[in-house]
């Protein structure tokens, strides 16, 4: 995997682990340092495109679609499908998943965020801190545990020119990596596997708990879980989920069903 782009995320990551970390449940935030509301973007991320095309016969041939889409389905859980990258996942009700530069995403931080301050912070950080890998991200709201609470976030990216396979060789790797001074904080991981979910993916999957300090000599502990699947031969998709490790009980669940949505899609 590229070795630049994803030590770079990791330790972007532990700042903005910080912004959680520094508040929780019940408590009073604070707006982050730094942050210029006016860089929300107003951009609206392309969904399904399609260029009609003829033969030489001037008789139409199949379109191909491109972009992103995501719908609120019926049951109350949300599909994200990203016909670029070729796959399609689904988050739980209670998850506020949002394209970056999105309508959804400056709807969300304007009604969602203005009874959520940890929400509004932790988005409009999200917005300073954006790159063009990001695809998605997904706030873990869970109002059923607790209103207005920002009980983690998770992170899809997509990374193209990657022909780094999904193996043994490279789940190893990618454990020293994340474990590294450059990974997440104080990161020990529990958890390091391939496996296959529910649609024949094949995945690595690395979890363990991440310490970091809330500054006030206190340390507050995320449960994180990566994910790393391609969709294609040369590219592959990186999924990071943290949340408050106190609740893992709860939301551990909800990751899982995650992961077993992921299924390939033709464009």
């Known amino acids: 995997m590229n070795q630049n782009y994803l030590p770079h995320t990791l330790s972007t990551l532990g700042i903005l682990m910080a912004i959680v970390a520094c508040v929780l449940p019940g408590q009073a935030v604070q707006p982050a340092p730094g942050m210029d509301p006016n860089a929300v973007a107003t951009a609206v991320e392309g969904t399904a495109q399609a260029a009609a095309h003829q033969t030489a016969a001037a008789q139409p041939v199949p379109t191909r679609r491109t972009g992103t889409i995501i719908e609120q ?8 499908s990203d016909y670029d990258a070729g796959f399609e996942i689904i988050f739980p009700d209670g998850w506020l998943p949002v394209r970056p530069h999105s309508e959804e995403f400056n709807a969300a931080l ?4 203005k009874a959520n301050p940890m929400l509004r912070n932790y988005m409009e950080f999200d917005l300073a801190e954006y790159t063009a890998f990001d695809r998605l991200y997904a706030y873990i709201l869970r109002p059923d545990i607790e209103k207005n609470v920002l009980f983690g976030f998770t992170y899809l990216e997509w990374l193209t020119g990657d022909s780094v396979p999904i193996d043994s060789l490279s789940l190893q790797k990618e454990v020293q990596r994340v474990e590294s001074a450059e990974g997440l904080p104080a990161f020990h991981a529990d958890t390091a596997q ?3 979910n529910n649609n024949d993916v094949s995945m690595m999957e690395i979890g363990g708990p991440s310490a970091r300090n809330n500054g006030q000599g206190e340390f507050v502990t995320f449960y994180a879980t990566i994910i790393y699947f391609k969709p294609a031969p040369d590219s592959i998709v990186r999924i990071l989920f943290g949340f408050f490790q106190e609740y893992q009980f709860e939301i551990a669940p909800d990751v899982d069903f995650i992961i077993q949505s992921v299924i390939p899609i033709e464009p």
């Open 73 to 80: 389905l019926e049951d109350g859980t949300t599909r994200y």
């Open 110 to 113: 304007a009604k969602e965020g």
């Open 194 to 196: 391939l496996l296959e």
